[in-house]
């Protein structure tokens, strides 16, 4: 049977940008973002070069360890196609030489890896009669795909902690476990997939970002981080991803990940997204998303850009670790302003550490989660059965519950302490950041749905704390920490504490730490107002 003829074809509209996404776990990447992560990688292949382009390097080999669509090896592609013509005239023979010698993949599911060879080879068979690629004798071509099966250890996967009770499944459903992270050395690995020694000069991919791993409600694990890690090991000339912004100064087991990152002065590129809607229409990640280019040959501080719906919002090159923090921060007008509070509380230069002290810290007066022992999910009595009942604070209101019942938190019962919710708000800005927090009476106490503050001895205190909380400043410096849509008693450790028998202003705090007219611009521009209704101070 005679092999179609080879033709480079517009697609309008593309194809790629009209496909849902299966999940917020596999997001689907758009032409746009591929293209702008694809320039980001040329122009610093042309510093490392002498200006030479990348798509006129016919030795130059690619690999997205995690495709899905097939975007970023379609583009890549159509890159090469165009740098190599002078190389290589021939149009169907270059294009036979990039999709054999150039760009490979390793696809999630067996779905994405049908979906991916029908884009970059148009056809679903890299060896069928509609292939543009000539000399491929597999189906698979350098797209692979075979079912992985996880490696359970008292009940979750060894390498991407996956829960057995979800992903212990029949061979009729995906299993989820991703070769590219399943396997100790992620080289051989390489090697026994494209059938020899293999190495490339450019990683590229946006991974899947979690698996479920039972926890309570819809926890998740993250599992992007083990596709950076595996990918460095391969020890690329580039790496390039797209990831959730939350590993800045949160999730679930990336504390090491962080640390690796943010000391990892082959940063060179770090470009965030506040909100996720920006780059993934339709999609809700929480704390945004990035992508950052690691260039292994090239030291030095990394060109953070931060962008919030089509406006750059801050630009300029630095270390993506401050002295004395374990988290990055996303804003630069954060550093400055967290440097200012620093001098003043500490009283040391803002030139050092830009620490808070714990003791200064409202985080000190913060309660962990499920401060009195009760779940999300625990709901009290409809009404007061007896006088050894007090309230607790529930989603939906008000509910009671014996006090024989109460494990914890005697100390914070006893008292007059401000409530706040443990979830705070999206990443659209100017935002809220948190929940709007309330008073909480003595003898009053709450489930895991909100944190509590303090205890304070009178109510002025607690209402003048609860104040604070509603100002702007306030809630920056717990932005600066945020890094999800959960606020933990960490996240308030760059908020100050005062004294709390005055009461506290936005004017009188910007005064205090003598914040600049940009800095308290910057602010206003980020936090929302926040006003509270009688039943909130009452």
């Given at each position: 049977?005679?092999?179609?003829?080879?033709?480079?074809?517009?697609?309008?509209?593309?194809?790629?940008?009209?496909?849902?996404?299966?999940?917020?776990?596999?997001?689907?990447?758009?032409?746009?973002?591929?293209?702008?992560?694809?320039?980001?990688?040329?122009?610093?292949?042309?510093?490392?070069?002498?200006?030479?382009?990348?798509?006129?390097?016919?030795?130059?080999?690619?690999?997205?360890?995690?495709?899905?669509?097939?975007?970023?090896?379609?583009?890549?592609?159509?890159r090469?196609?165009?740098?190599l013509?002078?190389?290589?005239?021939?149009l169907?023979?270059?294009?036979?030489?990039?999709?054999?010698?150039?760009?490979?993949?390793?696809?999630?599911?067996?779905?994405?890896?049908?979906?991916?060879?029908?884009?970059?080879?148009?056809?679903?068979?890299a060896?069928?009669?509609?292939?543009i690629?000539?000399?491929?004798?597999?189906?698979?071509?350098?797209?692979?795909?075979?079912?992985?099966?996880?490696?359970?250890?008292?009940?979750?996967?060894?390498?991407?902690?996956?829960?057995?009770?979800?992903?212990?499944?029949?061979?009729?459903?995906?299993?989820?476990?991703?070769?590219?992270?399943?396997?100790?050395?992620?080289?051989?690995?390489?090697?026994?997939?494209?059938?020899?020694?293999?190495?490339?000069?450019?990683?590229?991919?946006?991974?899947?970002?979690?698996?479920?791993?039972?926890?309570?409600?819809a926890?998740?694990?993250p599992?992007?981080?083990?596709?950076?890690?595996?990918?460095?090991?391969?020890?690329?000339r580039?790496?390039?991803?797209?990831?959730?912004?939350?590993?800045?100064?949160?999730?679930?087991?990336?504390?090491d990940?962080?640390?690796?990152?943010?000391?990892?002065?082959?940063?060179?590129?770090?470009e965030d997204?506040?909100?996720?809607?920006?780059?993934?229409?339709?999609?809700?990640?929480?704390?945004?998303?990035?992508?950052?280019?690691?260039?292994?040959?090239n030291?030095?501080?990394?060109?953070?850009?931060?962008?919030?719906?089509?406006?750059?919002?801050?630009?300029?090159?630095?270390?993506?670790?401050?002295?004395?923090l374990?988290?990055?921060?996303?804003?630069?007008?954060?550093?400055?302003?967290?440097?200012?509070?620093?001098?003043?509380?500490?009283?040391?230069?803002?030139?050092?550490?830009?620490?808070?002290?714990?003791?200064?810290?409202?985080?000190?007066?913060?309660?962990?989660?499920?401060?009195?022992?009760?779940?999300?999910?625990?709901?009290?009595?409809?009404?007061?059965?007896?006088?050894?009942?007090?309230?607790?604070h529930?989603?939906?209101?008000?509910?009671?519950?014996?006090?024989?019942?109460i494990?914890?938190g005697?100390?914070?019962?006893?008292?007059?302490?401000?409530?706040?919710?443990?979830?705070?708000?999206?990443?659209?800005?100017p935002?809220?950041?948190?929940?709007?927090?309330?008073?909480?009476?003595?003898?009053?106490?709450?489930?895991?749905?909100?944190?509590?503050?303090?205890?304070?001895?009178?109510?002025?205190?607690?209402?003048?704390?609860?104040?604070?909380?509603?100002?702007?400043?306030?809630?920056?410096?717990?932005?600066?920490?945020?890094a999800?849509?959960?606020?933990?008693?960490?996240?308030?450790?760059?908020?100050?504490?005062?004294?709390?028998?005055?009461?506290?202003?936005?004017?009188?705090?910007?005064?205090?730490?003598?914040?600049?007219?940009?800095?308290?611009?910057?602010?206003?521009?980020?936090?929302?107002?926040?006003?509270?209704?009688?039943?909130?101070?009452?």
């Amino acid at each position: 049977m005679t092999q179609a003829p080879f033709q480079l074809q517009p697609h309008n509209p593309d194809v790629l940008m009209c496909i849902a996404n299966l999940s917020n776990d596999e997001v689907f990447t758009p032409p746009e973002l591929v293209n702008q992560m694809l320039d980001t990688l040329a122009d610093s292949w042309a510093v490392a070069n002498n200006g030479g382009s990348i798509w006129a390097d016919k030795e130059v080999t690619f690999l997205d360890p995690c495709t899905k669509s097939g975007v970023f090896l379609r583009e890549i592609t159509k890159r090469l196609t165009v740098g190599l013509e002078k190389q290589i005239p021939d149009l169907t023979e270059r294009v036979n030489h990039i999709l054999t010698k150039q760009v490979y993949g390793i696809a999630i599911t067996e779905l994405t890896s049908l979906l991916a060879r029908r884009s970059v080879y148009c056809s679903k068979y890299a060896n069928g009669i509609h292939s543009i690629a000539r000399k491929f004798k597999s189906e698979n071509g350098n797209i692979w795909f075979e079912r992985t099966e996880h490696k359970w250890v008292n009940g979750s996967c060894k390498h991407c902690g996956a829960s057995k009770v979800e992903y212990s499944r029949g061979k009729d459903l995906e299993s989820h476990a991703y070769k590219f992270i399943h396997e100790e050395n992620g080289k051989k690995a390489i090697e026994l997939l494209f059938g020899g020694k293999m190495h490339f000069d450019v990683v590229i991919g946006n991974p899947p970002y979690q698996l479920s791993d039972s926890g309570h409600g819809a926890s998740a694990r993250p599992i992007y981080h083990h596709f950076v890690t595996q990918a460095r090991k391969l020890d690329p000339r580039f790496l390039c991803f797209v990831i959730p912004s939350r590993w800045f100064a949160g999730g679930k087991g990336l504390d090491d990940f962080r640390d690796s990152m943010l000391r990892d002065t082959r940063i060179r590129v770090l470009e965030d997204f506040l909100d996720s809607s920006q780059i993934f229409p339709g999609t809700d990640i929480k704390g945004g998303v990035c992508y950052f280019l690691w260039d292994r040959d090239n030291h030095g501080p990394a060109r953070v850009t931060t962008n919030d719906r089509g406006r750059i919002i801050g630009s300029r090159d630095r270390p993506l670790l401050e002295s004395g923090l374990d988290i990055f921060m996303r804003f630069d007008t954060g550093i400055s302003v967290l440097k200012k509070v620093v001098a003043k509380e500490s009283r040391e230069s803002s030139g050092g550490s830009v620490v808070l002290p714990n003791a200064n810290a409202f985080s000190s007066i913060v309660s962990s989660r499920k401060p009195f022992g009760f779940q999300t999910d625990f709901r009290g009595a409809p009404t007061q059965t007896s006088r050894r009942c007090v309230p607790i604070h529930q989603i939906g209101g008000i509910g009671y519950v014996a006090e024989s019942e109460i494990r914890t938190g005697a100390d914070l019962m006893a008292g007059w302490k401000v409530f706040v919710g443990y979830a705070g708000s999206g990443d659209q800005y100017p935002s809220p950041v948190i929940s709007r927090p309330f008073l909480g009476r003595q003898g009053s106490i709450c489930t895991e749905t909100y944190l509590c503050v303090g205890p304070f001895r009178t109510k002025s205190e607690a209402s003048n704390a609860l104040d604070y909380l509603t100002t702007k400043f306030a809630r920056f410096m717990i932005l600066q920490r945020k890094a999800s849509q959960h606020i933990t008693k960490s996240v308030y450790g760059f908020v100050p504490l005062l004294d709390f028998t005055k009461s506290w202003t936005d004017s009188q705090l910007y005064e205090r730490y003598g914040l600049s007219p940009d800095e308290v611009q910057f602010i206003e521009e980020m936090v929302k107002p926040m006003e509270l209704d009688d039943a909130e101070i009452s």
